[in-house]
Nanobody, 118 residues
């Protein structure tokens, strides 16, 4: 099963964009879905996470500007991004984690690139 992210592109500062991510097949018992990003020359960082129960967590740099949501029936996670800044430029990776009796698995998307121009 692979995660397929979409929605990146070239945006101007102040704009809005929504990223989407869904798996190519069924993933059972998803516990966490989220988004990470990696800017050029920087380490990958967590942007937003959402649990199966709906709890969310955001990086301080995106609080108030980004909103994560999910459609559990479709195993899809979204990231609504607003008030975009040039520092949001990065490759965005979606992430799923599930649980299983023998342990869980981590799934990563291939990345979708966002470039924000000033």
């Amino acid at each position: 099963v692979q995660l397929q992210a979409s929605g990146g592109g070239l945006m101007q500062a102040g704009g809005s964009l929504r990223l989407s991510c869904a798996p190519s097949g069924r993933i059972l018992r998803i516990s966490v879905m989220g988004w990470y990003r990696q800017a050029p020359g920087k380490q990958r960082e967590s942007v937003a996470l959402i649990t199966s129960g709906g709890r969310t967590d955001y990086a301080d740099s995106v609080k108030g500007r980004f909103t994560i949501s999910s459609d559990n029936a479709k195993n899809t996670v979204y990231l609504q991004m607003g008030s975009l800044k040039p520092e949001d430029t990065a490759v965005y990776y979606c992430y799923f984690r599930n649980v299983a009796p023998t342990g869980g698995s981590h799934y990563w998307g291939q990345g979708t690139k966002l470039t924000v121009s000033s």
